[in-house]
């Protein structure tokens, strides 16, 4: 069974990549955060887990670090109805902050779920009934990254704003979360708020 890989990166995808190692090219599934860290020509490393399909045989995916692994093991193992691949569109949402997504589980917090991590309500639901208990166990990498962005009724009338303009609640969060750490918040003017947000949501 492969559980490591180390080599040069032949190719990468939108959500994988191809590794040369001992003059086989392996090709591995990866969270899309983690495909895009990857350089064509480049070495890298990758823990690896190995899926069979009676469909496509052997897949590989792969993971930046063991405890991304662990995760999208822990996704594919504890909740119900649960393959590979939704496992890693699990991991893909979760790895945005894996300490904010961490603590929103063992808060049962949907709203974080769905507001900043962009699950659906249904699949937030799903997802702290399947792992409340099971996330002590998961060492968690890096610090929190969401923070407070501001007074509820700013909040709400900016995410209406926003989402009237076509923008999810997951993308409207993101954006102000963003605004708030380049200092602007409830005090200035809801206009100057939606501008500001447009911007971020644009680049």
């Not at 983690?34 to 792969?62: F, H, K, M, N, R």
């Amino acid at each position: 069974m492969i559980a490591f890989l180390t080599g040069k990166i032949l190719e990468t995808k939108e959500d994988g990549a191809v590794i040369l190692c001992g003059g086989v090219g392996y090709e591995v599934n990866l969270a899309h955060s983690s495909a895009q860290e990857l350089t064509a020509g480049q070495d890298a490393s990758l823990y690896v887990a190995e899926s069979i399909s009676p469909y496509d045989g052997t897949v590989l995916y792969g993971f930046a670090h063991k405890e991304d692994k662990d995760l999208w093991l822990l996704f594919k193992t504890a909740i119900p109805n649960t393959g590979p691949k939704k496992a890693m569109e699990f991991l893909n949402k979760a790895l945005r902050s894996v300490a904010d997504f961490h603590q929103a589980i063992l808060q049962r917090d949907p709203k974080i779920l769905t507001g900043i991590f962009g699950f659906t309500a249904k699949t937030a639901e799903k997802l702290i009934n399947s792992l409340k208990d099971k996330m002590d166990a998961v060492t968690v990498q890096g610090e929190s990254k969401i923070k407070v962005v501001g007074e509820p009724t700013y909040l709400s009338s900016a995410l209406e704003a926003l989402g009237a303009l076509g923008y999810s609640a997951a993308e409207a969060r993101r954006a102000l979360d963003t605004l708030h750490t380049q200092g602007i918040g409830p005090n200035e003017k809801i206009e100057t708020i939606i501008k500001e947000a447009l911007r971020v949501l644009k680049k």
